[in-house]
């Protein structure tokens, strides 16, 4: 019924088995697909109930997923999972995703509510992004941004209803088959961090894409471009793409999104 994939680069056996084990455990997963874009293959990758896929090459995140989404189209399952190996979940959740999603068809991407290991909440349902908001927010003093990043992350809402969001994190993507099929699948000219978004607003232009706090997650996050140069250099990058497909300050599509979603958003 559903396929899952997880990109790794210089990962662990012993820091994905478990991943795996939930996945395997959920009672509703067919394939788990293991995309390594190390320098050399994973050691131990045998002992994983997965089909171990080494890449021979770091192929960025979108391009690697998109090898396991392939197979999930050509065997026409309905859905597919893209999971980061940093997630720890009750694999009872997949179960109750899967008849949410039966029960609402118009529904292309969902992701569940993301929490820290210390219980404290992602802010990951957000708006389409500015380049302020991806790229120069991140230079400025938190104090000069708080009121734009919370209202960037939807914190009014809450986070405790069911909600359709324009822009749902990429570490936990539930994807309707029949969405990508549509709107297409990972766009392999990013690297690297903008796909999730690029994705998500595809979709979002023909089904909903929905924020399900029904069920919860934990993402053992690290924020690897905030600290690593060479990381950063690559965000930067990818942004730039990102911004050269959808438009910098004329993006008129962004604009009436985001004002939907929060209608006292400035012109």
């Not at 788990?32 to 089909?51: H, M, Q, R, W, Y």
């Not at 690697?64 to 392939?70: E, M």
């Not at 179960?95 to 210390?118: A, E, R, S």
């Not at 939807?154 to 088959?177: E, H, N, Q, W």
């Amino acid at each position: 019924m559903v396929n899952a994939s997880i990109v790794l680069f210089k990962h662990t056996v012993t820091g994905i088995a478990p991943l795996v084990a939930a996945l395997r455990q959920s009672g509703v997963v067919s394939d788990v697909f293991i995309l390594d874009n190390s320098p050399t293959p994973l050691a131990g990758c045998e002992l994983l109930d997965a089909k171990y896929i080494f890449t021979g090459n770091n192929l960025g995140y979108g391009k690697a997923h998109n090898i396991a989404i392939r197979k999930t189209i050509e065997k026409n399952l309905p859905y597919h999972l893209v999971v980061n190996p940093d997630i720890s979940f009750d694999p009872e959740i997949l179960k109750k995703i899967v008849g949410y999603m039966d029960k609402n068809t118009n529904i292309g991407h969902l992701m569940p509510k993301v929490f820290y290991p210390n219980g404290e909440i992602q802010y990951l349902c957000k708006l389409i992004p500015t380049p302020f908001d991806l790229i120069f927010r991140r230079f400025l003093p938190q104090q000069c941004t708080r009121k734009r990043t919370e209202r960037f992350e939807m914190r009014a809402s809450g986070y405790d209803k069911i909600m359709d969001v324009p822009y749902l994190s990429g570490c936990f993507m539930f994807l309707r088959t029949e969405a990508l099929k549509d709107v297409g699948i990972f766009d392999e000219r990013f690297f690297m961090y903008p796909e999730d978004i690029d994705l998500t607003r595809r979709i979002h232009r023909k089904y909903r894409t929905v924020f399900y706090p029904e069920v919860s997650i934990v993402h053992h996050h690290a924020q690897s471009s905030y600290v690593n140069f060479k990381m950063l250099m690559i965000h930067t990058v990818s942004m730039i793409k990102y911004f050269n497909k959808w438009g910098w300050i004329f993006d008129s599509e962004r604009r009436d999104i985001n004002r939907k979603f929060t209608p006292k958003l400035p012109t």
